[in-house]
């Protein structure tokens, strides 16, 4: 088997953001991607031995069957069923508890919920909806802390903008608010204000100082009473 070139592996996650559009998961699908399997690759792995089903999907595929059996996740259940008589009066039965693990299905939120509550931080797939991305992440080896609170303060302006102030104003505002957190405040507590000076300007989006400036509209006069018309006039100072 030939190993995996750069190409491969650009088509390999581009695959795993193409499930990343996906708002539910079925049982099975997601005990793969938990473990990094692409499901296309393993549509029949129901059907094989548990010797031979990839390392971890087992175990995950029953600890989400548990969680939903106990009510911690939830889900849209399907049952198996069971055939039951012989070729002249044959019926079947849903068994309750055991979950059709191809049809029974799970919404994505509810599941990263879950994988929080089970403190499981380790799956490639749903790392970043765990943790968030991996500037974000203070365990980290690379996390700056100045450069995480330049984008969580520029995020927290799509809720908490303030008219009244400038966009590196509200920027200040809200590194100020938010400096002990970030390691931006001195010994006694006090922000440092050069340090937030510095972190706004990064993510300031406005090369325009001052707050910001209302545009008054202009009222467009009316004409009052009939226009007269000139259409008579006009045609008869044409020579053609």
């Known amino acids: 088997?030939?190993?995996?070139?750069?190409?491969?592996?650009?088509?390999?996650?581009?695959?795993?953001?193409?499930?990343?559009?996906?708002?539910?998961?079925?049982?099975?699908?997601?005990?793969?991607?938990?473990?990094?399997?692409?499901?296309?690759?393993?549509?029949?792995?129901?059907?094989?031995?548990?010797?031979?089903?990839?390392?971890?999907?087992?175990?995950?595929?029953?600890?989400?069957?548990?969680?939903?059996?106990?009510?911690?996740?939830?889900?849209?259940n399907v049952w198996n069923v069971e055939q039951f008589g012989d070729l002249n009066a044959i019926s079947f039965l849903e068994v309750e508890g055991s979950f059709n693990v191809e049809q029974t299905m799970v919404l994505v939120d509810d599941l990263v919920d879950w994988l929080k509550s089970r403190r499981h931080f380790r799956s490639p797939f749903f790392a970043e909806s765990i943790i968030g991305p991996a500037y974000l992440d203070k365990s980290n080896n690379r996390y700056a802390p100045k450069l995480a609170a330049a984008v969580k303060a520029w995020e927290a302006l799509e809720d908490q903008f303030n008219t009244k102030l400038s966009p590196k104003q509200n920027l200040q505002r809200w590194l100020r608010l938010h400096a002990n957190e970030y390691g931006l405040a001195d010994d006694d507590g006090k922000p440092r204000e050069s340090t937030i000076e510095e972190i706004a300007k990064i993510a300031n989006w406005s090369l325009i100082g001052g707050a910001p400036k209302v545009i008054e509209e202009i009222p467009v006069p009316k004409i009052e009473g009939p226009r007269e018309d000139f259409s008579a006039d006009l045609d008869g100072e044409i020579p053609f």
């Open 1 to 76: 088997m030939r190993q995996m070139d750069s190409w491969d592996r650009i088509v390999f996650l581009d695959k795993f953001d193409v499930w990343r559009l996906s708002e539910e998961l079925s049982i099975k699908d997601s005990a793969l991607l938990i473990n990094w399997y692409l499901p296309e690759q393993f549509e029949h792995v129901e059907g094989w031995g548990h010797s031979d089903q990839p390392s971890g999907y087992l175990a995950t595929r029953n600890a989400i069957c548990g969680a939903i059996r106990r009510k911690k996740l939830n889900a849209q």
